[in-house]
Nanobody, 121 residues
């Protein structure tokens, strides 16, 4: 009923930039927090950044100053602008959104399918 579709991953050289997008569609009444996680090979999934419906943001220490999260509430879309990328940023990036499908119902987390980001020369 709810889908999150990511785009924008790819291969980039160290120091380069990428912009990830994630659009939510389906039965949506309201979206609370949206965010991005990542999972590198052999490692646990980790938080990258989150943004509330009011625009408050939170970042992992490892990405502060280099990655920026934003959202377009009218389009139910969250973005991740990634600058000064490093090889250690290589991972599958997953977006998520805390969505209520109907008024007065509990919200739940939905996840995208993931998009690969590879930083290599």
């Amino acid at each position: 009923q709810v889908q999150l579709v990511e785009s924008g991953g790819g291969l980039v050289q160290p120091g380069g930039s990428l912009r990830l997008s994630c659009a939510a569609s389906g039965k949506i009444f309201s979206i609370n927090t949206m965010g991005w996680y990542r999972q590198a090979p052999g490692k646990q999934r980790e938080l990258v950044a989150t943004i509330t419906s009011g625009g408050n943001t939170n970042y992992a220490d490892s990405v502060k100053g280099r990655l920026a999260i934003s959202r377009d509430n009218a389009k139910n879309t969250v973005f991740l602008q990634m600058n000064s990328l490093k090889p250690e940023d290589t991972a599958i990036y997953y977006c998520y959104a805390d969505i209520a499908g109907l008024p007065g119902t509990w919200s739940q987390n939905y996840w995208g399918q993931g998009t690969q980001v590879t930083v290599s020369s």
